[in-house]
């Protein structure tokens, strides 16, 4: 069991950057693959990133590609996002999500939030325009 602890999000204008992190408790963080989701008032949670156990291997959605970057410190058991250029439409709650085992098998990423075990209670992040 591996229990998560979002933190960093806040208020920023349109331009901004936000680095979000997620401290894991336990000590089978490395054995996690790690993701980054959001949801909007009135949409469904969706994936923004994911990171392999060893961090070889990241995923990014479309809409975040080249401003977002995740990464995972194994050593201190957190993960993080570093969100850049934000943008209103990126306004959220943001979740840390973890998920036993490999972020892929074969060309498919485990994205999907039903494909991860456990979660956090979420950081709000507001975009201003």
């Known amino acids: 069991q591996v229990q998560l602890v979002e933190s960093g999000g806040g208020l920023v204008q349109a331009g901004g950057s936000l680095r979000l992190s997620c401290a894991a408790s336990?000590?089978?963080?490395?054995?996690?693959?790690m993701g980054w989701f959001r949801q909007a008032p009135g949409k469904e949670r969706e994936s923004v990133a994911a990171?392999?156990?060893?961090?070889?291997?990241?995923y990014y959605a479309d809409s975040v590609k080249g401003r977002f970057t995740i990464s995972r410190d194994n050593a201190k058991n957190t993960v993080y996002l570093q969100m850049n250029s934000l943008k209103p439409e990126d306004t959220a709650v943001y979740y840390c999500g973890a998920r036993q085992g490999p972020l892929m098998r074969g060309s498919y990423y485990y994205t999907r939030s039903d494909e991860y075990d456990h979660w956090g209670q979420g950081t709000q992040v507001t975009v201003s325009s």
């Open positions: 990171i392999s156990r060893s961090s070889y291997y990241t």
């Open positions: 336990g000590r089978t963080f490395s054995t996690y693959a």
